[in-house]
T-cell receptor
Framework: SQTIHQWPATLVQPVGSPLSLECTVEGTSNPNLYWYRQAAGRGLQLLFYSVGIGQISSEVPQNLSASRPQDRQFILSSKKLLLSDSGFYLC??????????????????FGPGTRLTVL | AQTVTQSQPEMSVQEAETVTLSCTYDTSESDYYLFWYKQPPSRQMILVIRQEAYKQQNATENRFSVNFQKAAKSFSLKISDSQLGDAAMYFCAYRSAYSGGSNYKLTFGKGTLLTVNP
């Protein structure tokens, strides 16, 4: 069965410090991977998605970046954190399948999340 | 761009009773998927139920069922025989069925906080 891991679970960082959040998926190959952020009292906002190694698309301009160095590894980074970067970060994955040569995707499944507090 | 609206920020229900959470969405697409996710205090997002827009039959998963009204762009979640463990934030989400680009992303509503009273 497939599982998704995120670490760390909780992080407290000072303003201006770097950030690295990691997400890994097990039990599947070539998944689509996603980073979402959930601010307090709000829904989820897509930050980045990736359809393959080294392929990153950004949804929202910000001081965050993402990388996918391996098929099942997705990293969210920042060189200098801002107060507004505080929130709950969720990684998600879904499998991709092909039907008549057209790609399609399945339900997204989420990791346990990382709570980031920037002070 | 698609939007998802959950008009009930909070709802409460007595244990063993039934509650319905509302969701409306706006899209110009004809083929898409709709989801309900549950976020308990642990904050992990858990899939509750999924509906394909091309299917007229409403999806059902045990005590959870949906009322999907495509013309009205409405997608409500009914929880029957509510249990204490159902207490959580519930999010409605939309995803395009068309492949490529950001069509893969989920668009979420702002959520409904459900309280279950013993």
């Amino acid at each position: 069965s497939q599982t998704i891991h995120q670490w760390p679970a909780t992080l407290v960082q000072p303003v201006g410090s770097p950030l690295s959040l990691e997400c890994t998926v097990e039990g599947t190959s070539n998944p689509n991977l996603y980073w979402y952020r959930q601010a307090a009292g709000r829904g989820l906002q897509l930050l980045f998605y990736s359809v393959g190694i080294g392929q990153i698309s950004s949804e929202v301009p910000q001081n965050l970046s993402a990388s996918r160095p391996q098929d099942r590894q997705f990293i969210l980074s920042s060189k200098k954190l801002l107060l507004s970067d505080s929130g709950f970060y969720l990684c998600a994955w879904n499998s991709v399948y092909y039907d008549g040569g057209v790609s399609s995707t399945d339900t997204q499944y989420f990791g346990p999340g990382t709570r980031l507090t920037v002070l | 761009a698609q939007t998802v609206t959950q008009s009930q920020p909070e709802m409460s229900v007595q244990e063993a009773e039934t509650v319905t959470l509302s969701c409306t969405y706006d899209t110009s697409e004809s083929d898409y998927y709709l989801f309900w996710y549950k976020q308990p205090p642990s904050r992990q997002m858990i899939l509750v139920i999924r509906q394909e827009a091309y299917k007229q039959q409403n999806a059902t998963e045990n005590r959870f069922s949906v009322n999907f009204q495509k013309a009205a762009k409405s997608f409500s979640l009914k929880i029957s025989d509510s249990q204490l463990g159902d207490a959580a934030m519930y999010f409605c989400a939309y995803r395009s069925a068309y492949s490529g680009g950001s069509n893969y992303k989920l668009t979420f509503g702002k959520g409904t906080l459900l309280t279950v009273n013993p």
